[in-house]
């Protein structure tokens, strides 16, 4: 049943969200994509995606956002949440997995390797704590 949930896009920038879009879609994903938090927040109040990839920065907020919507929800603590930003400093970096993101990823994204790193991603999440 969860293969066919679908990955939450949240990217405000369309040729990155396109992007995402295809390279996720060829690997097998169903994909809903937004470009505000707002848009994105609703549709997480109503629906469990299989993964959140979001940006950290957007035009009506952040990804802390929408990190903190998904956690709240009664799925929230098994549902991947990925930062995909171009904020590339290392403190960055740990800031937001302390704030409870579960991988972090470096814009510009890579054609060859970023649909592999959402499958690894959700496999890490899938396996219970001190299994893997």
């Not at 848009?39 to 956002?65: F, Y």
């Not at 929408?66 to 709240?72: A, G, H, K, M, Q």
């Not at 990925?82 to 800031?95: F, I, P, R, S």
């Amino acid at each position: 049943m969860e293969e066919h949930l679908p990955i939450c896009i949240v990217e405000d920038s369309p040729p990155i969200r396109r992007l995402m879009e295809v390279l996720l879609t060829k690997a097998g994903f169903s994909v809903v994509s937004f470009s505000e938090v707002g848009e994105a927040q609703a549709w997480l109040e109503e629906h469990r995606p299989l993964a959140v990839v979001c940006d950290l920065m957007l035009p009506d907020g952040d990804g802390l956002d929408i990190l903190r919507t998904v956690r709240i929800q009664p799925w929230g603590e098994h549902v991947p949440v990925v930062a995909v930003t171009g904020l590339a400093h290392e403190k960055d970096q740990e800031y937001y997995l302390q704030q409870g993101f579960d991988a972090y990823i470096i814009k510009p994204l890579s054609t060859l390797t970023f649909a592999a790193q959402i499958k690894e991603i959700l496999a890490r999440k899938a396996t219970p704590t001190g299994e893997g």
